[in-house]
């Protein structure tokens, strides 16, 4: 008989079963020993009864991956599992550390075999629940300073904000770290309008499920818990009736009643696309200095589009 | 009998059923019309016999929008579905942007009852097959400049790079785009060493799933297409053994035997967490200015920090 073990590592989704995918359902079906935050495993109950049932409490990563592993290496099939995307912020990271410093190899003849299931993050179902944000480019920030410099983080907060991400703060506050969301929204307010949208939505898709729709300039006197994310819109995002909507750009290519604007054509890049840019900033008279404080991009880059040879494949349709 | 329509916008994951969630599966089953693109129908070709099924081409969004909402207001039960999540990069965005402009409002009321139904994006995917490249921030990026303009693109390309996020770049090259992601690498490099690795996923979890490990040196030298997605690391991204990890910052805190780091408590916010960043900026001899570009933060940023008042709730525990 085989002794080797299975880990599956796990995403859950939101929390309500019909957000789970059904790889997940089957691996949890496969355990025979199932770890995870205490809140988590509420989330599954249907699904574990029978099963060795491993709770740990919320920062007991280390512990919950390193017990996953010495089952599965004593030939049990393990499911260790993590709210939403198990690979964001989630328990792989912590387990494939724990796996090679163990001395663990991904091959066949490896005594563990390792499987990751992915889930539906939580940016994702907060998007879902308030409407469309996140159809332009979007960053996920964590504001938890238990294992990440602060300056680490707020560079980070810093730079989204100007270059006009989408943010979606994960772990924005906690009882003792209360103080985290209001120097993101200070950051956040360099660069972006007091109006901008930000909903807040704590336990998605859980029976406790709160929807907090707010600006930047109200959003940390919101209520916000260890249950919640935060999604802070661009500046073209906008609430109308409730829905929370990014634009993905139509309007920068197409009139209101759908004709292209002068210069545009459908299924080709933008004219102020890539080929588009190399040619105005190639005859442009303006100084390289002057077009880096203009377009907001590193002079460096200028030089180089600047010399850039034309390019046959700059431009052009999707198909 | 009403004639109230009910539109699902569905993301149906990366591609396999597994990898579907049961809510997806069941607005598709509860639809008698399903529209999308091409190729994302063929993934669900068993879940649609029997329903009115509605083609359409990469870059017509706009139709596909339209014509979801013109059946779902003749009473249709109308699913219109999109590969990953619908709401990232998907068509929610475009759907509520026509659902809006035609006069629809989310009310009970409404003659179109309208659910965004989440799905895994492929991100998620992505690094679930490669290992665990998201445990810490990261963006996404679409390069696709068909609407958005290039500087846009660029400016938040070199702010990722700066900032030290993981990047996920969507649409990353197309037939005749090709010269975005050699652009992307060159800004990625300004900042990123050249073995940084990266990970480069076609048509994850379905038939043609191809994975590459490369490094941002190599990176636009690879085979990337319209199914590809990119996801490069940041500065402590390391692949061992074919696995790509992102560590957390446990490294941060805790020696290689689990013990604490001089300084550093369990379930407390590290020493360099917010309350020690303010004290140490507060009590530091070295000017302002010195401070910015040491610590890569705003200058306001820094003189905010200086006179803050301290704050009870800047560290703790997350009980």
Not at 52 to 79: F, L, S
Not at 180 to 206: C, D, G, M, N
């Amino acid at each position: 008989m085989s002794t080797k073990g299975t880990l599956y590592l796990v995403g859950i989704g939101p929390g309500s079963e019909a957000h789970m995918t059904d790889a997940a359902r089957a691996a949890i079906a496969a355990a025979d020993v199932v770890i995870g935050y205490v809140t988590y495993l509420r989330l599954v109950a249907d699904l574990t009864a029978g099963k060795t049932i491993i709770k740990k409490g919320m920062t007991e990563e280390i512990d919950r991956a390193q017990e996953a592993i010495a089952y599965a290496r004593r030939g049990h099939t393990v499911a260790l599992i993590s709210s939403g995307d198990v690979g964001i912020y989630g328990m792989a990271g912590p387990t494939f550390e724990a796996l090679l410093a163990s001395g663990w190899r991904p091959d066949a003849e490896a005594d563990i075999q390792v499987e990751v299931v992915p889930g539906v993050t939580a940016l994702s179902a907060v998007a879902a629940l308030v409407g469309a944000p996140l159809t332009h480019d979007f960053c996920a920030i964590s504001l938890s300073d238990l294992l990440t410099p602060w300056p680490v983080i707020a560079r980070r907060i810093a730079a989204a904000a100007a270059a006009d991400f989408v943010v979606a703060l994960y772990n924005p506050k906690s009882g003792r770290r209360t103080q985290q969301i209001v120097e993101a929204q200070w950051l956040l307010l360099q660069h972006r309008a007091s109006t901008t949208p930000v909903a807040i939505v704590k336990s998605a898709y859980r029976k406790r499920q709160q929807i907090q729709m707010t600006t930047l300039a109200e959003m940390a006197e919101c209520e916000i818990g260890m249950l919640s994310t935060v999604l802070v819109g661009n500046s073209n995002t906008f609430v109308a009736h409730g829905k929370m909507v990014t634009p993905r750009g139509y309007g920068n290519k197409y009139a209101a009643d759908g004709t292209p604007l002068p210069g545009e054509r459908p299924a080709h890049s933008l004219s102020q696309g890539l080929s588009g840019t190399i040619a105005a900033i190639q005859t442009s008279p303006a100084s390289n200095e002057a077009l880096a404080a203009q377009l907001q991009l590193p002079l460096a880059y200028i030089e180089r589009l600047r010399t850039l040879s034309p390019h046959p494949s700059t431009s052009g349709d999707d198909r």
